[in-house]
């Protein structure tokens, strides 16, 4: 059954993660990339308005700066992020630009969504990118912050990010095609449910330990991030980042999970 009908949504979040964009060796996934802003201009001439949350800073730099992720200490991913942003904000600009799409970074601490002033703040610079078919491409500041004060994985970045634009849909593209039953890792049996209306304890039990090597979340902080959406008005879904044109995919088949907004 196809739960997911993109044609409802008009204002899209969608979040892309380090482990779609990066491979082991740190080297961004280009080809990948060139498909995804394909998908962008193709939603933006559907009247979609496209906000994209992206990961892959810190997995960018690190190899950049031959940086040991597993050893490396605080300053040292700072150095990453930073080094590894510019490349990964660039790599956005030259793909959106094949297609006439103008891009423009924008970096966001907790503080920045959730102290009023700066929230408002946020929400009007936003709101000028979208007036001007600007797609911002939005990461969590990381150089300067700490881990007491991060948001911590780009999922909840992105669900924040939903509430302060008042998204209709956050897209988490993911390197599961949905929520299951059981992490399909490690149970076959595992069934995709393709429509959530409400989250319950369980279901966030089950999300559990599935985690991948490269970004910091797993399925718990999708399940955490559509929570978060949800309430805010937001439907969430969960598909396959996996595939080329993943979001053209997404509008054919529906295949995914859909979290229904409260
Ligand atoms: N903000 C981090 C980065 O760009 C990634 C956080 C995450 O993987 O969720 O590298």
């Not at 959106?96 to 970074?105: M, V």
């Not at 924008?106 to 709101?127: C, I, K, Q, S, Y």
């Amino acid at each position: 059954m196809a739960a997911v009908a993109l044609s409802d949504y008009r204002r899209l979040v969608i979040k892309v993660g380090s482990s779609l964009l990066v491979d082991e060796s740190g080297r961004l996934n280009r080809h990948w990339l060139e498909s995804l802003a394909d998908d962008i201009s193709y939603l933006q001439e559907h009247d979609h308005e496209t906000l994209i949350v992206s990961s892959g800073a810190i997995a960018i730099g690190s190899a950049v700066l031959g940086i040991n992720k597993q050893r490396a200490r605080l300053e040292d991913l700072q150095a990453a992020a930073a080094a590894g942003q510019v490349q990964l904000v660039h790599a956005y600009q030259e793909v959106l630009s094949a297609h006439g799409i103008r891009a423009a970074q924008v970096l966001l601490t907790p503080e920045d969504t959730e102290n009023r002033r700066r929230f408002l703040n946020a929400r009007g610079t936003l709101g000028r990118l979208l007036e001007r078919s600007v797609v911002p491409v939005i990461n969590e500041n990381d150089t300067v912050t700490t881990e007491e004060i991060r948001y911590g994985d780009n999922d909840r970045l992105a669900a924040r990010v939903a509430q302060l634009v008042m998204a209709d849909a956050l897209i988490l593209l993911s390197d599961v095609d949905g929520f299951y039953t059981a992490d399909p890792g490690t149970h076959p049996d595992a069934e995709l449910i393709p429509e959530v209306t409400t989250i319950t304890a369980e279901m966030v039990a089950a999300a559990g330990e599935t985690r991948s090597d490269i970004g910091s979340g797993g399925m718990a902080t999708k399940v955490q991030a559509a929570r978060i959406a949800t309430h805010a008005g937001c439907s969430t879904i969960i598909a396959s980042g996996k595939i080329d044109f993943p979001l053209h995919a997404l509008a054919a088949t529906g295949r995914g999970t859909v979290f229904r907004a409260e």
